[in-house]
């Protein structure tokens, strides 16, 4: 029986208790961590958890041979919680994004690599079944050579959301909506389409005067193939709808599902290739469906990763290069230059004080509550069809 804790205990860390839930026979957790103990205590009597302890400094579980923890804490405290852990022996799955700064994610996955321990980076969106049928119908090459891709991470959140003290800020939260809601998108392409290898981006604070980061942004790509693609990072779209297109030679699929082919007619208009898409929709539908959804799906990968030594589907480096995007249009966004992958120490943007340093702070943060009212959030849509 794995021991787990969970490290802090604001709104998403029920969907972790949650996961771990799922599977009574294989792990119990043992503690909830949080500077206000009696939140830890709050989340664990909403769960049922009699046997955990609430605990407010997360240092005083580096001795009890915990083998598996989840950090559910501000971007900022990301890397210096995961080191610990893993130094001391514990796995690690970590809340997105990886870290506020590259240079974190390295320290982090130098900490995993010296103590043989796993480290995943909570991707969730990857574990349902539309997202794992459409990388495999991507896989497949049944559309082609990918031309183009499109991603929009659409959501909106209100002016008052970033009065929570650690929000809005480039050195707590590290970023706005691009680093803090896109990023599951962004894992996504990156997961199907593999890396850039360069960029140029623009961002602007259209609608919270309260917060020094981006509400928006838009980011161009160039892929090594010649391929291109382009992302919008939003928290001002009513709507909160997501998508993502890819775009082959021979046809188009997307999450919310959809498939179109053409083909030729002697002018070069197009007409329809009920044939192509046919094949391509009899390819998703023998996919299987994910049994385990979201949160759970992941620590199930995490669990058996440590049980059996399988490998993790998103590991440290997977959310690194993750981040390595997300700085890049940080970098062009702000510098208003072309950028070029990959980013490496030394880059002006490769640091949380450079980022503080170089990024554009479209206001100055006045307002900061410790904590909102403890109401359900938008983890956004699986992207299911419509």
Request: charged residues 20%; aromatic residues 8%.
């Amino acid at each position: 029986m794995l021991k787990v804790a969970i490290i802090g205990a604001g709104a998403i860390s029920g969907a972790h208790i949650s996961a771990y839930l799922a599977f009574p026979d294989r792990c119990q957790i043992v503690a909830v961590v949080d500077m206000y103990p009696e939140k830890a205590q709050k989340r664990m009597n909403e769960h049922g958890l009699k046997n955990a302890q609430a605990v407010a400094d997360y240092k005083e579980l580096l001795s009890q041979n915990i083998d598996v923890v989840s950090i559910c804490t501000p971007p900022y405290t990301h890397a210096p919680i995961a080191c610990d852990f893993l130094h001391a022996g514990t796995n690690v799955l970590v809340e997105k994004p990886m870290a506020s700064s590259l240079e974190e994610a390295d320290q982090m996955l130098k900490a995993a690599e010296q103590s043989g321990k796993f480290l995943s980076v909570v991707a969730q969106n990857r574990f349902t079944t539309p997202m794992m049928k459409l990388k495999g119908v991507l896989d497949s090459k049944l559309m082609g050579p990918i031309v183009h891709v499109q991603v929009d991470s659409f959501w909106w959140r209100g002016h008052n959301y970033y009065d929570l003290w650690w929000r809005g800020t480039w050195e707590k939260e590290g970023g706005g909506c691009t680093l803090n809601h896109a990023v599951h998108h962004i894992d996504a392409m990156l997961w199907m389409m593999g890396p850039p290898v360069e960029l140029q981006a623009m961002m602007a604070n259209t609608s919270h005067d309260n917060a020094e980061v981006e509400d928006i942004s838009m980011a161009m790509l160039r892929f090594p193939g010649g391929a291109l693609g382009m992302i919008t990072s939003s928290v001002v779209h009513h709507g909160e709808e997501q998508q993502l297109i890819f775009q082959g030679k021979e046809a188009r699929v997307s999450a919310p599902w959809k498939v179109v082919a053409s083909t030729s007619r002697s002018n070069g208009f197009p007409e329809p290739n009920p044939e192509l898409e046919q094949q391509i929709q009899q390819k998703a539908d023998t996919l299987p469906d994910v049994i385990h959804v979201g949160h759970a799906g992941q620590v199930e990968n995490v669990l058996n990763a440590i049980e059996t030594g399988s490998p993790l589907l998103v590991d440290g480096r997977s959310g690194r290069n993750t981040l390595e995007l997300i700085v890049g249009i940080y970098k062009s966004a702000s510098t208003g230059e072309k950028v070029t992958f990959p980013l490496e120490a030394g880059d002006a943007f490769y640091t949380r004080e450079g980022i503080m340093q170089h990024a554009v702070h479209f206001y100055e943060k006045k307002t900061a509550v410790e904590n909102f009212e403890d109401l359900s959030i938008t983890l956004g849509t699986q992207l299911e069809s419509k």
